[in-house]
């Protein structure tokens, strides 16, 4: 059985007002940065629609004109990727702002950040009329090398400035609610997702998991990394429990990556009164109430030394071309459980942000942190807003602004549900496998987005109000 809705009456009348596309992947990690970027940017008329990144596309390739900002308009590596999605973008006069979700917490060497860079996205589609906007100066200068069409601008990540002052009260609410659940906890983040991923040992050794085995060089590499994987994986665990044994009165939260599974540390922590794990809610909120913050390459630890947050670098054997070298340059690195008890018995202990990326130069090749990641010296979502306006007023002035009738909107929102559910509904498709994309994007909740909403108005001072247009999509616009 398959349902295809005649999409009739695709546009309305041709508006003078502009309308933005936000695709989400993870809503942990994307949808708060976008409802304040979304306040920052909508004024009358405008129209700002934030969704699950596949319904966004089906969305964005039924208007005329418009900006599409994000990075899932690419859904295989560079090397396979034929742009289908770019191209239905352009064919409807769209412009695209790229920002990449991952674009400076990468394992081994600097050159091997190049390769990860090289695979992520091929520049070659973009056009003139695009903006490419990179973590910082490392990645700009890369991708100004590898040759493109549109502009290459240094932007940082907004997520990463939701963690300093100014915008602090963006997280209040949630960061006090935490508080009165948990008292003074330690939060200790998982990044192990090739020992524990979502999808199971099966995905890592797959070609989906770009897995060759035909390849020796490249399997021996997947089997040393998932072999030192496990490792400090297990490591991180065994460290939980000593840490919980040594201060029972304090509560440790234990919150998985988004691509692990999370079955797996609610066995191994089953029982303990004082170990927390969760995945529940945004990472900031989390970030912001604990009292120390342990991790092993995580870009939390980033988040947390923004927000002046003590954090602890933990790895019992560091190996340069496993390492998450950014991560890693944010706090106090310590290599034995009775280094990590230490620093959590030194209350006054706080972690100077501006003290760890002060250096001139990183060790040996390497560069220096703020090189990698724009946020440590400007103001990202201030950045960022300018390469928006400005793509915008190109893009007003060479299109006429069409946008989908809610007709269209509604049944491509029932379309999108309908092939969700009939995707979990397969036999192929394992309880792991649903399980993994839930914790990624489940449906959004309308209260959630209700509060933020109200939060970035008066943040921005603007008036503002948004539509549920289905359960994983959202129309944010000023009102008049």
Known sequence: MSIKPQLVSFFKQPVKAMHYFFPVETISRELDFRILLAAMIVESGDEIYVGQHDLIHSLAARCRGGIYVGKNIFKKRSSAEKGERYYALKDNDIDVVYLHEEGAVFAGSPTDWKETLRRQYDLSHFRESDKVCDWGQFQQQFDQARGCEADVLCTGHPRFDLYKNQYSSYYAPEVSKLSERFGAYVLINGNYGIANHGLGVEHVFSDAGNYNPDDETARLERVALFTESGKQLLSMVALTHSLSVKFPDVNFVYRPHPSENPVFYQSVFRGVKNIVVSREGPVGPWILGARALIHDGCTTAIEAALANIKVINYKPKLILGYDIWLPNQFGVNVSDEASVADLLNEDTLR???????????????????????????????????????????????????????????????????????????????????AAYHRGKFDRFDFNYIEEKIKIAGEMTNKPLQFEKLGKDLVRISKLN
């Open 351 to 433: 972690i100077d942000s501006q003290a760890c990326h002060s250096a001139e130069t990183g060790p040996g090749v390497y560069p220096k942190p703020s090189h990698l990641l724009a946020n440590l010296h400007l103001d990202s979502f201030g950045a960022l807003l300018d390469v928006i306006r400005q793509t915008s007023r190109a893009n007003s002035a060479r299109v006429i602004q069409k946008r989908a009738s809610n007709r269209t909107i509604t049944l491509l929102a029932k379309l999108h549900q309908f092939r969700k559910s009939l995707a979990t509904a397969k036999s192929h498709v394992t309880k792991s496998s």
